[in-house]
């Protein structure tokens, strides 16, 4: 079945410093790409997302970027801060026209005041 | 609020018992998905809903479970003679589908029903 793999299952970084998730897909028909953040017994929530037709995209800290060739997409935040702590998931569209999404298995980051 | 609810937030059981979760959308959303989440993992798709017509059903929904979207509004998701490994949070989530769109719309998620079985 379509799979999406998520690393590092675990991050920690200081304060002010920038933290990097990666996630690759297996659909070749995927062509949309959330990325939700999940605090403690909280609801998703998404962050950003990109459209296969887009290669970047940026909002004020957060920005994700995807190669579809290699079918790789990644988020980056920069300037982290304590309340930047959650675990964050990457998913990807099925392409079969429901547009269900599958997930990866989730980054704990820490972020360390 | 206008989220996306479900009721209830918090379900033990006993295994064997049957139990009903309700989910109400956006009340303009026409897509409706059912998610579970196990610990430590993301969310794995269940069923889907496009206004009352349940499109799409994972492998991973026995037969032992059955969803609903009577007026293609709330939906509701039974187990039936509950396992410990229905053990999960029940997420649902909506999306609007605009004609001549994309098609792909953000899922809004709602809170989850956690489900334990004793």
New interface residues.
């Given amino acids: 079945g379509e799979n999406v793999e998520q690393h590092p299952s675990t991050l920690s970084v200081q304060e002010g410093d920038s933290a990097v998730i990666k996630c690759t897909y297996s659909d070749s028909a995927s062509n949309y790409f959330p990325w939700y953040k999940q605090e403690l017994g909280k609801r998703p929530q998404l962050i950003i997302d990109i459209r296969s037709n887009v290669g970047e995209k940026k909002d004020q800290r957060i920005a994700v970027t995807l190669n579809k060739t290699a079918k790789h997409f990644s988020l980056h935040i920069t300037e982290t801060q304590p309340e930047d702590s959650a675990v964050y998931f990457c998913a990807a569209s099925d392409g079969s026209g429901t547009y269900k999404y599958i997930f990866g298995t989730g980054t704990r980051l820490k972020v360390l005041a | 609020d206008t989220g996306?609810s479900q009721d209830p937030r918090h379900k033990i059981t006993k295994r064997g018992q049957n139990v009903t979760f309700r989910c109400d959308p956006i009340s303009e959303h026409n897509?409706l998905?059912w998610?579970r989440q196990t610990l430590?993992?993301?969310?794995?798709?269940l069923t889907?809903f496009q206004n009352e017509a349940q499109?799409?059903k994972s492998r991973l929904l026995s037969d032992r479970f059955s969803a609903e979207r009577p007026k293609g509004s709330f939906s509701t998701l039974e187990i039936q003679r509950t396992e410990q490994g229905d053990s999960a949070m029940y997420?649902c989530a909506s999306?609007l589908r605009t004609s001549g769109g994309?098609?792909?719309?953000?899922?809004?998620?709602?809170?989850?029903t956690r489900l334990t079985v004793l």
Avoid: A, D, I, K
Avoid at chain 2, 40 to 45: L, S, T
Avoid at chain 2, 102 to 112: K, M, W
């Fill in positions: 996306v897509r998905y998610y430590g993992q993301g969310p794995e798709f889907y499109l799409e997420l999306s994309p098609g792909l719309n953000e899922q809004f998620f709602g809170p989850g």
